[in-house]
Nanobody, 124 residues
Framework: VQLVESGGGLVQPGGSLRLSCTVS?????????RAWFRQAPGREREFVAI????????DYRDSVKGRFVISRDNARKTVYLQMNNLKSEDTAVYYC?????????????????WGQGTQVTVSS
């Protein structure tokens, strides 16, 4: 299984970025819960957003609610993270993830596969 992220970069505060993550080698990929995490320098990896297999259920950490939107296109095997009104505290390496746990509430604590990460830097 391989997860490949793209879309990171340098953006000014208040700007936007869209991250993408495409999965390969995962049978029945459309049945898996998918998520985004991030890790800032010197800090532990933290949950950012999660989406159910059919995309009807989503959840976010409080600090990104109203600014970030997670979505997925199962035909393209891809999950997205639209990040708006970015702040300096959003600077981190962002990782996409897949969980084989079908419990939406518990999946974020039970990750089966990780991407390699993409750097997002918010700075003027």
């Amino acid at each position: 299984v391989q997860l490949v992220e793209s879309g990171g970069g340098l953006v000014q505060p208040g700007g936007s970025l869209r991250l993408s993550c495409t999965v390969s080698g995962l049978n029945f990929h459309w049945t898996y819960i998918r998520a985004w995490f991030r890790q800032a320098p010197g800090r532990e990896r933290e949950f950012v957003a999660i989406i159910s297999p059919n995309g009807t259920a989503t959840d976010y950490r409080d600090s990104v609610k109203g600014r970030f939107v997670i979505s997925r296109d199962n035909a393209r095997k891809t999950v997205y993270l639209q990040m708006n009104n970015l702040k300096s505290e959003d600077t981190a390496v962002y990782y996409c993830a897949v969980s084989a746990n079908d419990d939406f509430g518990g999946a974020r604590y039970d990750i089966s596969y990780w991407g390699q990460g993409t750097q997002v830097t918010v700075s003027s």
